[in-house]
């Protein structure tokens, strides 16, 4: 089993940045790659960013491209999301998610979960 901790949202302003970290603990041989999600009030929970575990690869949704960076340390078994130019269509509540299989773009790609948190963009 691979437990996931996430953290470091807050509130900003418009144009300001934040930077989400999650650390991944328990079984990580099994990760293949680390996502970010988000969910908006009302809304369903959408993917924004992943990286695969091993490899340099990364994928992110068209609206955070340029904006957003996801990045890891192995030897921490930590990921990163650098977010600059945050707007406020970006509010939301950020999961980290680790995944196991070959897929990365949808919510069932994904098997451990952490538990959320805030990122409140202000205009």
Do not use: H
């Not at 470091?8 to 940045?17: E, Y």
Request: proline residues 2%.
């Amino acid at each position: 089993q691979v437990l996931v901790e996430d953290t470091g949202g807050g509130l900003v302003q418009a144009g300001g940045s934040l930077r989400l970290s999650c650390v991944a603990s328990g079984r990580t041989g099994s990760i293949t790659a680390m996502g970010w999600f988000r969910q908006a009030p009302g809304n369903e929970r959408e993917f924004v960013a992943a990286t695969r575990w091993n490899g340099g690869s990364t994928y992110y949704a068209d609206s955070v491209k340029g904006r957003f960076t996801i990045s890891r340390n192995n030897a921490k078994n930590t990921v990163y999301l650098q977010m600059n130019s945050l707007k406020p269509g970006d509010t939301g509540v950020y999961y980290c998610a680790a995944a196991g299989g070959t897929d990365y773009y949808e919510e069932s790609d994904y098997d451990s979960w952490g538990q959320g948190t805030q990122v409140t963009v202000s205009s």
